[in-house]
C-alpha cells in the first residue's frame, strides 16, 4: 500500500518495480522507434518552415522501410499517429508533391510528409476523413464519435 503525504509535492515517486520492467520493449522503443519518431520531427519541421502546414496534427506522414524496422512499423502502425502526434501515418513510399527525406539511422528508411486528408475533429484536433460521417455528431471522429457513445 502507499502511504500519504502531506502534500502531492512532498511524496516521493514509487520504486521501479523490476517485475513490471520488460527490456525488449525498452529496447525496441528507445533505440528503434524513438530515431524513427526523430526522422519524422525533423520532415515536420521543414514542412512547418515552409508552411504547408501549421502543426504537426495538420500533417499526414508516410514511411517506407525495409527489414526489422519495416516489420516493427508494421506492428505499430495503429499507434504510429499517436507515437508522432500527428494526424495520420501510411506505411510505404510518399507520394510525389511530399516533402521527403531519406535517414539512415536505426537502418535505411524514407519519410514523406504532406497536409492531412479531411477535416479537423472538434474534440482530437486530428484531421480526418472520417469527420463528419456520424450525422449525430457532424463535428467529430468516427474514433471520437465511439468514444463518446460507449
Not at 65 to 70: C, L, V
Not at 91 to 97: A, E
Amino acid at each position: 500500500m502507499l502511504f500519504r503525504s502531506a502534500s502531492v509535492h512532498l511524496a516521493k515517486f514509487p520504486e521501479r518495480q523490476e517485475t513490471f520492467y520488460d527490456n525488449d520493449v525498452m529496447s525496441r522503443w528507445d533505440d528503434q522507434l524513438m530515431p524513427i519518431r526523430t526522422s519524422v520531427l525533423k520532415v515536420l519541421e521543414t514542412v512547418r518552415a515552409k508552411e504547408t502546414i501549421g502543426n504537426a496534427l495538420e500533417a499526414k506522414v508516410y514511411i517506407a522501410a525495409n527489414g526489422d524496422i519495416g516489420k516493427l512499423l508494421t506492428a505499430y502502425e495503429p499507434r504510429l499517429a499517436d507515437i508522432f502526434i500527428v494526424s495520420q501515418v501510411e506505411l510505404g513510399q510518399p507520394p510525389s508533391g511530399a516533402e521527403i527525406m531519406e535517414f539512415e539511422t536505426p537502418s535505411p528508411h524514407t519519410v514523406g510528409v504532406i497536409r492531412a486528408e479531411g477535416k479537423k475533429c472538434g474534440r482530437c484536433w486530428k484531421w480526418l476523413p472520417s469527420v463528419g460521417q456520424d450525422p449525430k455528431h457532424p463535428e467529430i471522429c468516427q474514433h471520437c464519435t465511439e468514444s463518446l457513445v460507449s
